[in-house]
């Protein structure tokens, strides 16, 4: 059993739990249901991760929430800086579990090699 270190995984339950007070702050203004969707799914990621050590969890985590994030997440609910910071977010947890888990050593170039300073290309694929 390979476990994530534990200042990783502090380090991406703080991401989680931002993630999470941004969209309940965008939640008072707007009600949309996509972004009802993504507070629910954020707090059960958050709940998991906080309830699983080991890398593989970690790695099973990264995969459904970069699915998640290329087709129903990543795209703008509004036009705001709250949803800009919702949107990256997402993409610094997805780029720190990366880099946790090893999956791509040029992830963090590739992303700030990117003109829009996303980790997808631009068919919205992942980087790792």
């Known amino acids: 059993m390979d476990k994530i270190n534990e200042i990783d995984r502090k380090e991406l339950i703080e991401i989680l739990e931002d993630l999470v007070k941004t969209i309940t ?3 008072t203004y707007n009600k949309s249901i996509l972004l009802d ?5 954020s707090k059960d990621w958050l ?3 906080k309830n699983h ?5 970690l790695r099973a985590l990264v995969k459904e929430i970069s699915e998640r994030f290329e087709y129903r ?3 703008e609910v509004e036009s705001s800086d709250l949803d800009t910071k919702r949107v990256r977010l997402m993409e610094k947890f997805l780029v720190k579990s990366s880099e946790v888990l090893g999956l791509s050593p040029s992830l963090t170039e590739c992303y700030r090699d990117n003109k829009d300073g996303s980790i997808f290309n631009n068919d919205h694929s992942y980087w790792g």
């Open 25 to 27: 702050t965008m939640q």
């Open 37 to 41: 969707l993504n507070a629910q799914e």
């Open 47 to 49: 709940a998991y991760l």
């Open 53 to 57: 050590t080991e890398k593989a969890e």
């Open 73 to 75: 997440f990543g795209d």
